[in-house]
C-alpha cells in the first residue's frame, strides 16, 4: 500500500523557476527520504530528513517535514532543465525494534522543467 | 567507495521460466533490500536481508524469493514468471538506519 501521496502528479515549470513538491503520509515514520529518477533508471537519493527535525537544506533542495500534520515538502530553487525527472517521497515507519526497515514510496511528482 | 551494482541490466524471459538478479551493495553495508516497480503499482517493497537472514518481507507470493551470501551481496529469484512479472527491480543497500541507496537495477520482461 502506498504510504506516501506526492501532490502534483505532474509539474511542469520553466528553467530558473522554483518548483515545489508536496508529499502526505499516514502514520507515524521513523524519517522520510526523497528521491529522484530519471527514465526509468535508478533512485538517487536526495534528502532524509529524521521525525525530529524541521527543515533540511542540501545545495538547491529544501525539505520541510511537519510530523502534525504529516506531510512534507520539497522545494527545488532556480531549476534547471536537468532537473526534468520524477521526484518520490518514501517513509521509514517507526523503529519496530526488530531492525526492520522499509522504505513505502508514493506514486510521485513528475517534473519537468522547459529550457 | 563503488556504488551498488546489479547484473543483469535487461533480461528477456518467457512466461513459466525462472530468473536470478544479482546485487553488489556498497561496501560495509549488511543491508540489502529488494523493490519492483511498475507502472500500475509503483514502487513496492519485496524483501530486506541483513546478515543473511531475511528481516522484512512484502506482500508478494512465495514465487518471489531471496538470499544474502556472506560478503553481503544478494540475489532474488523469481519462479514460474507471468506476465505482470514484468517491472524494473531495484536493489538497495543502507549502513544502520540512514538513507537507503539504489542500483541502477534491472528491467526484466516476461513475454
Redesign the interface.
Known sequence: SQQGEEDPQALSIQEGENATMNCSYKTSINNLQWYRQNSGRGLVHLILIRSNEREKHSGRLRVTLDTSKKSSSLLITASRAADTASYFCATVLTYSGAGSYQLTFGKGTKLSVIP | KAG?TQTPRYLIKTRGQQVTLSCSPISGHR?V?W?Q?TPGQ????LF?Y?SETQ??K?NFPGRFSGRQFSNSRSEMNVSTLELGDSA?Y?C?S?QG?????????T?LTVL
Open positions: 551498488v543491508s533490500s523493490y516497480q509503483g514502487l513496492q517493497f530486506e541483513f528481516r522484512n512484502g524494473l531495484l538497495a543502507r538506519y540512514n538513507e537507503q541507496f539504489f542500483g541502477p537495477g528491467r
